[in-house]
Nanobody, 123 residues
Framework: QVQLGESGGGLVQAGDSLRLSCAAS????????MAWFRQGPGKEREFVAA????????YYKDSMKGRFTISGDSAKNTVYLQMNFLKPEDTAVYYC????????????????WGQGTQVTVSS
């Protein structure tokens, strides 16, 4: 049974950094794309970043480039999201997701989801 578990969220001030972790279990994820999505209050779920675990290719939403960095550790089946210079508009529940195959920006394409971790950025 595939399980994804996020951790690392919290309450921070604008300009601070956080690193989110997603631990995956149930299978080897080397052939998977792992991604981060987020959903703010009253907003739709949006793509943040993704990584192909085999080639380590990374993909970002344009507005996240330069502030957010996704990385993966295949040996640990863990994906990370380093978030720097956080802004109040980054406040959201951040979700880890996985799919077999190439990266997409559409959350409907992802088969497996974690429960999410709350990130709150105060001004």
């Amino acid at each position: 049974q595939v399980q994804l578990g996020e951790s690392g969220g919290g309450l921070v001030q604008a300009g601070d950094s956080l690193r989110l972790s997603c631990a995956a279990s149930g299978r080897t994820f080397v052939s998977y794309t792992m991604a981060w999505f987020r959903q703010g209050p009253g907003k739709e779920r949006e793509f943040v970043a993704a990584i192909r675990m085999s080639e380590r290719f990374t993909y970002y939403k344009d507005s996240m480039k330069g502030r957010f960095t996704i990385s993966g550790d295949s040996a640990k089946n863990t994906v990370y999201l380093q978030m720097n210079f956080l802004k109040p508009e980054d406040t959201a529940v951040y979700y880890c997701a996985a799919r077999m195959g190439s990266a997409t920006y559409n959350h409907y394409d992802y088969e497996y989801w974690g429960q999410g971790t709350q990130v709150t950025v105060s001004s």
